[in-house]
C-alpha cells in the first residue's frame, strides 16, 4: 500500500476518533489547540521513540529483532516516552485541571504516536 495512502487512513481514523472523544467532554471540555499540541507531542514522542530505540540497541549491542529486547527494552521505553508529553502538559498547561483531562490528553497522545509510527 502507498505510503500517503497509509497517512491518510492513519490521520482520518486519528481525527475522527479525536472528534468522538474530544464531543463527549461536556462538563469542562478542552480547547482544541491543547488537543491538537497533545496529537503533535505524541507524534514527536514516536519519533523520539524509534530513535531511542535504535540508541539502546547500539549501546548495549543487542539486535532490535532479539528475543527478549522488545519486551523488556522497547516496550517500557515506549510507554515511558508516550507518558512524557501527558505529564508535560500536566504540570505546565491550565487547562489540565480535572482527572479526566489525564484521560482525554494520553488519548491524543496516543493517537498521535500511533499516527506517527505508520
Known amino acids: 500500500m502507498p505510503f500517503w495512502s497509509v497517512l491518510g487512513i492513519s490521520l482520518a481514523a486519528a481525527v475522527g476518533y479525536g472528534w468522538l472523544i474530544a ?3 461536556r462538563h469542562d471540555p478542552e480547547p482544541w489547540r491543547m488537543l491538537m499540541l497533545a496529537g503533535m507531542l505524541g507524534a514527536g514522542a514516536g519519533y523520539a521513540s524509534g ?7 547500539k549501546r548495549l549491542h543487542v539486535p532490535l529483532q532479539s528475543d527478549w529486547f522488545p519486551l523488556l527494552v522497547i516496550a517500557p521505553e ?23 483531562d489525564g484521560l482525554i490528553y494520553g488519548v491524543f497522545v496516543g ?8
Not at 530513535?51 to 540497541?57: C, E, G, I, Q, T
Not at 510507554?79 to 508535560?88: A, D, N, Q
Not at 493517537?111 to 505508520?118: I, K, M, V, W
Request: cysteine-free.
Open 111 to 118: 493517537l498521535g504516536y500511533s499516527t506517527e509510527e505508520a
Open 78 to 100: 515506549e510507554e515511558l516516552i508516550k507518558f512524557l508529553p501527558v505529564l508535560l502538559l500536566f504540570f505546565f498547561s491550565r487547562h489540565f485541571n480535572d482527572p479526566f
Open 51 to 57: 530513535w531511542v530505540a535504535d540508541w539502546l540497541s
Open 23 to 25: 464531543r463527549h467532554d
